[in-house]
């Protein structure tokens, strides 16, 4: 059992717990770095997806996960994000001003639209937030002269300091590109957390009336929180079309803002890590099962697995059991393991044995 | 004469969503979780109702196979209560959501892998008969539509208002643990309110399949009942009615009258109206804490 | 003392890895009335909730008239006459008062008996008859601990475990729940168990008693001898010099830590 | 070197929809791919290699579609692609064959984004949505006289592509485009579309919805009595499902293509043995979208026959270009050339009549 | 110049007079409790001066200053400090945590700087900190400084809320049943918080509780209350031998 002598209050500002924890994460930094080097260019594809849908993760934490909530219009803010950086750079903008302006312009739209809701709570949150994502498709469509309606758009290349940076020409540049918005995105919101604007989000969250009582105000702390989510969502989005290379008004699909709900939920809801872990889920766990499908096929000596749709079928039983095993996410069942590790060998096997739990009603506020 | 046949034919459509929305204000009502894949049990119910009965498939008279797969859908919601939510008991409605969403996937997927992804039609004895008032056409079908989700709105709202088991399950949503303190078997209780909204779902789906025509992903429908149900006050069975009726209305209309490329936003645009004119629906069932 | 209708033996539980409880045992006879007292966070919440099933307990058994009953559903334990009055309410909030009492007598089918129960609850708790129709939610927090303990006896128990009722109560109130109690005890012959912060009026109500420290049973015997012991004046009752303020940090140790 | 090309294999891909909205058209058309792939890997394969046909689920979403694009083109290194689903997702894969030379042969989709420029590793079998609208269009206003023309219309690509080929009908055929509606994949009640149309007076009226709505849109009209007015379908609706929905509700719909429907040919010889077969294989009928894939297979394994044994993006581009042969299972003619990358260039227009699709006219 | 004045307040939910015209003025520098039976409408008071309600009418005042003109979250600010009858903690948070959101009305920083965490910010954290740390050994909650809420038990958690309003730094501090659940060792805690509180760090307690020993033990004022109303108001023992209030309230054995 690792016991951390705590000896100045930095100890508990700073984002790690002891020097262990922290060679950890400068190894998976220095792994992430050098991925490029190790990868070839599927796996890279495939880890700059997953980077890119755990920034989206990230920036739907901050609200669900953070701020309680719920919202299952994401992927509108995918869609403004992508759409603003486009534009952006169409009318000449270099990436490096485009980008942080798109963020910054899907975060502003992201409080207008979120100021009538601010007095929603849960499924009605989640169903107004809906019907906005259903809604961005026909906006799009509607506003063709900015979108480029149902003919859609393409990504230009970009560059950023002279390299040139596209998707497929050059998946490397584009990797680091993605990884550098991950990692500011990633030490952005540890700053938050440790923060008082995120204390008060999370106060927010558990206890409106208390927070209300301890000087927070509900509508404005919301309303920043839905600046921070959006803005970090729209990010994601631009990426994503930069990623994508073309796109249309039926690029970011309600299916997407469930996914992305779906995606946070089983990483962990209310932490970082959760960001990460659910986008490897839902990121690549799709991928992976067409993969193993090769290995099926040669199994069993077919050219082709007869059943077509079966992957989306596994996928969803796997998302249920993922969630049957641990309601708390992927990163609460790490901390557990994490635990045992920690404890050994003092640990009871029955240590983690869920005790009965009961739901109370949340109807009142 | 023109806007009543509207009107009409709103009321008709709407009590489908209603009908579905039902099923999900009734778990909610009773566990206070929200089933994502009610659209797609819908969809399950009729396909049933499809195999059991239509020519191509097992071809029961149609009176046989209706109480058979309301049965069997029944079945299907213990079934799932058994296997999958009460695992989840006590934990949070985020965990059951995400559950019931996946689970979506899964009957989609089944669906499709037994009865193909075109879409099929519920042959039934309704099929194709009109009662006509002077310019006025009604289907047969509409008619039952509309009376047998009146009369099931009626009938669970009744059974929830009076009965002690009604008002357990309401218990029981509401504080799980003092629910258990009180000796009522709350787990039995969500088992049954499940098998009831399989029951629902099917009743939704035959209805709906009678109507029109039914694929594997026409449980999509369940998002727009889902709005439905969220516009009456999530946890209203006459709200969900009352939504259903909205949104049911309000589609013809805007198809009628607003100009295209803008009427078929009218449903959703009026979810968001409604909101944020009222956040919590129109029989709001969100209350303020007393501290 | 006549067998015990209820007894717990070297149960232990957790909240996860945290030991909650470590191996307690009591016994409570057939009609009487049994306190445990203890200081925050010494477990009887935890041995009530794990007497009425709402907890599983890891290790040990509770017989129940005979049959053990640890880790059954809580609600079988309910229909065999057990009732649990929770700590901190816990009502239904969007029901209404009368709603909430009719749900106390879930298990029970006797009409008759069961309006006659009602009329007494209302009898004991005026207020609650006045506010009939109003959401529990909205009653005051006395308001809602007077509806939790009407609730319990409601079911008409033959053992009823109330954790800490007089919480928020008046002090009259206070009073006359511990008549009520005593009441119960001695015209329907209820077995009580009760879980209290106001040691002195617990004991003085109480045949029996327990005194439960971080988990463990460190004190038991008759209401009086308790009630005469040292460290139970010093520490449960408040006989003490506190008037020195220069004093007040300075602790006396526990004899049995 | 030519990626996906080895001694002993040729891997083509395809990122299609197995499970989202338009898997009624993306399982039986791989399906029926597969069933041919089958068949000549059984027989030794083209020149000596099997034929391994990779299949990616998108789902119709974009996301999917990509990762779709990077498995097969960075993982299986395909070859070419055959039969990708879904004009979005197709656009976005140009972005990435164009620069490797990969052809993209017979996407499901109809639209004339599918042969935009660089067209020239791009090949489809049919028309597009656009031309089937207007041949179809231009038809019913020379059978029937009729003045008005509307379309019932999804905002999308899709949508957008039929409601222009639909004025571009009516103009070529003199007469007015007078109303359009549109609608969401979801809804389900089209009274209020249709006593808009009433009142506008249309005689004929595009579809462009899901074939669940087409289906619910002409009965709807049945029920209200619009007898004069004539409903025309594209591709999309064209299936064996929209005929034989009981009752007849869909009698009287039109519907433009450029293949002719399976059942309604049960009895010719190439459906016949194609309807067996598929039986066969996987003990259920086959549909229209299984025909094509079994049809778009058997185009690929002759160009492929055709390039020779030296398999190369430019050698199999120019195979494509020499395709010339009738194709008696979809009964059309498919012809490609130098600067003609669309293979079946007669549409048909034909209607429901007893619960069975009948050709009544072609160009 | 009283720090807190109540001016004829009335408060009605539907039918029911919650407090009826109820006038009473707390002075700087006291512990002023107010007591009377359950449902007499305390909390409602507290939840009157927390802004949670509106009044039908009256006027309340902090000093000078209109609180009626003020938002529920602006009474914080004015250094107005509250606990809950039944505990409103910030569940999912560690007991640090809590305390720390105690301190969110004196945050400085905007968005940004702690987006970066600037030094302004990381200065102030620890400042927070500090102050933080001084309750914490105030009220003796050094063994709980990292555990959840969750897991606490109800006698800690009214602690905690305790510690939370202090560190907001108040003038006025509301506290609503602070012994309630507490055992008699501790209620003798409590009671030497309580004067603490007032004595070393010059707050003013207005309180409800029905514990009797503590209220007669350090309040200077009691106001008792019934049916929303005034029933009595004065010392400790001037109330508790107020006929109406035994009747109402003490019963027989006060
Ligand atoms: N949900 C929980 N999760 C983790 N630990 C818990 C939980 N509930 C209680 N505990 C721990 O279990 C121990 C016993 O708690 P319990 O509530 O039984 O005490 P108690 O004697 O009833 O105290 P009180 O007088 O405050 O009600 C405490 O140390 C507490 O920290
Ligand atoms: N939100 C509300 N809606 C309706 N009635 C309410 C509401 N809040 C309080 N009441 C009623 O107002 C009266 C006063 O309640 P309050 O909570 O102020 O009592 P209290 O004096 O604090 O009592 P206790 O000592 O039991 O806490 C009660 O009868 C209560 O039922
Ligand atoms: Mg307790
Ligand atoms: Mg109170």
Not at chain 1, 332 to 342: M, N, Q, V, Y
Not at chain 5, 143 to 153: C, E, F, H, Q, V
């Amino acid at each position: 059992m690792r016991i951390v002598f705590k000896t100045s209050y930095l100890q508990d500002i700073r984002p790690w717990k002891h020097g262990y924890q922290l060679s950890l994460y400068l190894i998976l930094l220095a792994l992430a770095l050098a991925a490029p080097l190790l990868l070839d260019d599927f796996y890279l594809g495939e880890l700059t997806n997953v980077l890119i849908w755990a920034i989206a993760g990230m920036g739907l934490m901050v609200l669900t996960g953070h701020t309680g909530q719920a919202s299952l219009g994401h992927a509108a803010f995918l869609a403004l994000g992508c759409y603003a950086n486009i534009i952006l750079l169409e009318q000449g903008l270099p990436f490096l001003l485009a980008f942080p302006l798109a963020g910054l312009i899907t975060g502003i739209l992201g409080v207008i639209i979120a100021i009538p809701a601010l007095r929603m709570h849960g499924i009605y949150l989640a169903i107004a937030t809906l019907a906005l994502s259903v809604l961005m498709d026909d906006i799009i469509v509607l506003s063709e002269p900015l979108t480029g309606g149902v003919a859609g758009k393409f990504a230009p290349p970009v560059s950023v300091l002279g390299i040139e940076i596209d998707r497929w020409g050059t998946p490397r540049a584009f990797y680091w590109l993605v990884f550098a918005v991950t990692v500011i995105v990633t030490l952005g919101y540890i700053n938050l957390l440790r923060s008082p604007l995120g204390r008060s989000f999370i106060a927010v969250r558990d206890s409106e009336v208390s927070a209300q009582a301890m000087g927070v105000h509900i509508a404005r702390t919301k309303a920043m929180s839905f600046f921070l989510s959006c803005a970090i969502t729209g990010l994601a989005g631009a990426l994503m079309g930069l990623f994508a290379g073309a796109f249309n008004n039926e690029t970011f699909s309600v299916v997407i803002s469930i996914l992305l709900l779906m995606m946070i939920v089983i990483g962990g809801l209310g932490s970082i890590h959760g960001a990460f872990l659910g986008a490897v889920v839902i990121g690549f766990l799709p991928q992976f099962l067409s993969i193993s499908k090769e290995w099926v096929g040669a199994l069993i000596g077919g050219n082709t697995v007869a059943i077509p749709g079966l992957e989306t079928g596994v996928f969803g039983l796997i998302l249920i059991v993922f969630v049957l095993f641990e309601p708390m996410g992927i990163y609460g069942r790490w901390l557990k393991i994490r635990t045992w590790f920690e404890l050994f060998p003092f640990y009871r096997r029955d240590m983690f044995k869920r005790q009965k739990s009961y739901l109370k009603t949340e109807r009142l506020r | 004469m023109d806007n009543l046949q509207l009107v009409i034919s709103g009321l008709a459509n709407g009590c489908v969503y209603g009908l579905i929305a039902l099923g999900f204000v009734l778990i909610y009502k009773a566990t206070e979780a929200v089933n994502f894949a009610q659209g797609d049990m819908m969809m399950l119910g009729a396909f049933v109702t499809i195999g059991l009965t239509n020519a191509d498939h097992m071809g029961l008279p149609f009176w046989v196979a209706v109480p058979i797969s309301l049965g069997l859908m029944a079945g299907f919601g213990v079934l799932l209560d058994r296997l999958l939510i009460r695992r989840m008991f006590g934990e949070s409605q985020t965990s059951v959501v995400i559950l019931t969403i996946a689970l979506g996937f899964v009957i989609r997927f089944v669906a499709g892998l037994i009865w193909g992804h075109e879409p099929q039609t519920l042959q039934n004895p309704l099929a194709g008969r009109d009662i006509r008032f002077g310019g006025l056409v009604l289907g047969l079908e509409d008619v039952a539509v509309i009376v047998v989700t009146v009369l099931l709105t009626l009938s669970l709202y009744l059974f929830f208002a009076r009965t002690k088991l009604g008002l357990a399950m309401q218990a029981a949503s509401q504080n799980q643990l003092a629910a258990y303190y009180m000796g009522i078997p709350v787990k039995r209780v969500q088992g049954l309110i499940w098998g009831l909204a399989g029951m629902v779902a099917c009743v939704a789906g035959i209805l709906f399949a009678a109507k029109g025509a039914v694929d594997p992903n026409s449980g999509l429908l369940g998002i727009k009942a889902f709005a439905a149900a969220v516009i009456g006050g999530f946890g209203s069975l006459p709200g969900a009615l009352a939504g259903g009726l909205i949104v049911g209305l309000i589609e013809p209309f805007a198809s009628r009258y607003i100009a295209a490329g803008y009427s078929q936003i009218a449903p959703y645009a009026l979810v968001l109206i409604v909101l944020i004119v009222r956040p919590h629906g129109l029989f709001s069932q969100i209350r303020l804490k007393k501290v | 003392m006549s067998a015990p209708i209820l007894s717990v033996r070297n149960v232990e539980s957790y909240y996860g890895p945290i030991m909650a409880i470590r191996g307690v045992s009591i016994d409570v006879a057939q009609g009487r009335i049994v306190t445990i007292l203890g200081a925050n966070g010494a477990g009887k919440t935890t041995l009530m909730k794990t007497i009425s099933g709402v907890m599983d307990p890891e290790k040990g058994a509770i017989t129940f008239e005979g049959d053990e009953i640890q880790g059954r559903e809580p609600h079988k334990i309910v229909e065999r006459g057990i009732v649990h009055v929770p700590e901190g309410r816990e009502v239904f909030p969007l029901l209404t008062v009368e709603e909430n009492l009719s749900l106390g007598a879930y298990t029970r089918h006797d009409k008759v008996q069961i309006e006659r129960d009602r009329e007494l609850v209302f009898s004991y708790f005026p207020i609650l008859a006045e506010r009939r129709m109003a959401e529990a939610g909205t009653l005051s927090g006395g308001q809602q601990q007077m509806l939790a303990i009407g609730r319990g006896l409601m079911a008409g128990p033959r053992l009823m475990l109330l954790d800490e009722p007089s919480l928020g109560l008046s002090p009259r109130l206070v009073q006359e729940i511990f008549d009520i109690l005593a009441r119960l005890n001695r015209e329907q012959n209820m077995t009580i168990v009760l879980v209290e912060q106001n040691a002195a009026a617990a004991l003085d109500l109480a045949d029996d008693g327990y005194v439960m420290e971080v988990g463990r049973i460190v004190m038991s015997g008759s209401a009086q001898d308790i009630a005469a012991s040292d460290d139970i004046q010093n520490f449960y009752l408040g006989v003490q010099e506190d008037g020195a303020r220069e004093n007040r940090r300075w602790k006396r140790r526990k004899t049995w830590r | 070197e030519t990626q996906g090309v080895s001694d002993s294999e040729i891997v083509i891909g395809a990122v299609t929809d197995l499970s989202g909205i338009f898997a009624a058209a993306g399982v039986p058309a791989t399906k029926g791919a597969n069933l041919y792939f089958d068949e000549i890997n059984a027989e030794g394969g083209v020149h000596g290699r099997t034929i391994r046909y990779v299949v990616e689920d998108n789902g119709y979403q974009m996301p999917r579609a990509m990762q779709g694009y990077n498995k097969l083109l960075n993982r299986d290194k395909v070859f070419a692609m055959l039969m990708s689903l879904g004009t979005p997702m197709n656009v976005a894969g140009f972005k990435l064959l164009d620069p490797k030379g990969i052809p993209n042969v017979a996407p499901l989709s109809a639209a004339r984004q599918m042969l935009q420029e660089p067209m020239d590793n791009k090949f489809t079998t049919t028309s597009s949505y656009y031309d089937q609208a207007r041949i179809g269009v231009k038809y019913l206003s020379d059978q029937y006289g009729a003045q008005k023309v509307c379309t019932m219309y999804l905002p999308t690509d899709f949508g957008a592509e039929i409601l222009e080929g639909t004025k571009a009908g009516a103009e070529e055929a003199g007469i007015a485009f007078v109303a359009e509606t549109t609608h969401k994949p979801d809804e389900t009640d089209f009274v209020g579309s249709l006593s808009k149309l009433r009142e506008e007076g249309c005689d004929i009226v595009t579809i462009a919805l899901g074939v669940r709505q087409a289906i619910t849109v002409v009965g709807t009209a049945k029920k209200m009595g619009l007898e004069d007015m004539n409903f025309l379908g594209t591709f999309a609706s064209f299936l064996t499902v929209v005929a034989t929905v009981p009752g007849g509700v869909t009698d009287g719909f039109y519907a433009a293509s450029s293949f002719q429907d399976l059942w309604a040919r049960a009895d010719e010889p190439a459906p016949k043995a194609f309807i067996e077969e598929y039986r066969a294989a996987y003990g259920e009928d086959p549909v229209g979208a299984s025909m094509l894939g079994y049809s778009s297979a058997e185009m690929m394994v002759k160009a492929l026959e055709a390039a020779g044994p030296d398999l190369t993006h430019e050698g199999f581009i120019a195979a494509m270009e020499s395709l010339d042969y009738p194709e008696p299972l979809i009964g059309n003619h498919i012809r490609y050339g130098d600067g003609d990358h669309q293979g079946a260039d007669t549409i048909f227009v034909n209607v429901v009549e007893d619960g069975k699709w009948k050709k009544i006219h072609e160009e | 110049m009283s720090l807190l004045t109540l001016e004829n307040v009335t408060l009605r939910f539907g039918g029911l007079t919650a407090v009826d015209a109820l006038s009473f003025a707390v002075e700087p520098g006291e512990v002023f409790a107010i007591v009377g039976p359950n449902g007499a409408g305390k909390s409602t008071v507290f939840n009157l001066i927390s802004r949670f309600y509106d009044p039908v009418s009256g006027a309340i005042h902090l000093e000078s200053e209109d609180l009626l003109a003020h938002k529920a979250s602006d009474v914080a600010n004015l250094g107005i400090a509250r606990t809950f009858q039944n505990i409103e903690l910030f569940e999912h948070a560690t007991v640090l945590q809590n305390l720390l959101v105690g301190r969110h009305r004196h945050r400085r920083s905007t968005m940004l700087s702690e987006l970066l965490f600037l030094p302004s910010v990381r200065r102030a954290e620890i400042e927070n900190r500090e102050k933080v740390e001084e309750i914490i050994d105030f009220l003796d909650l050094q063994p709980y400084r990292d555990k959840m809420i969750a897991g606490l038990p109800y006698g800690v958690r009214k602690v905690v809320e305790v510690a939370r309003a202090l560190a907001t730094d108040p003038r006025l501090l509301l506290l609503d049943e602070p012994a309630s659940g507490l055992s008699v060792e501790e209620t003798s805690d409590m009671r030497w918080w309580i004067e603490d509180i007032r004595r070393q760090m010059g707050i003013t307690v207005l309180m409800v509780e029905h514990d009797m020993g503590l209220v007669s033990g350090v309040s200077d004022r009691v106001l008792a209350m019934a049916d929303g109303a005034k029933l009595a108001l004065g010392t400790p023992s001037e109330v508790q031998s107020h006929p109406a209030v035994i009747e109402a309230y003490l019963g027989r054995a006060s």
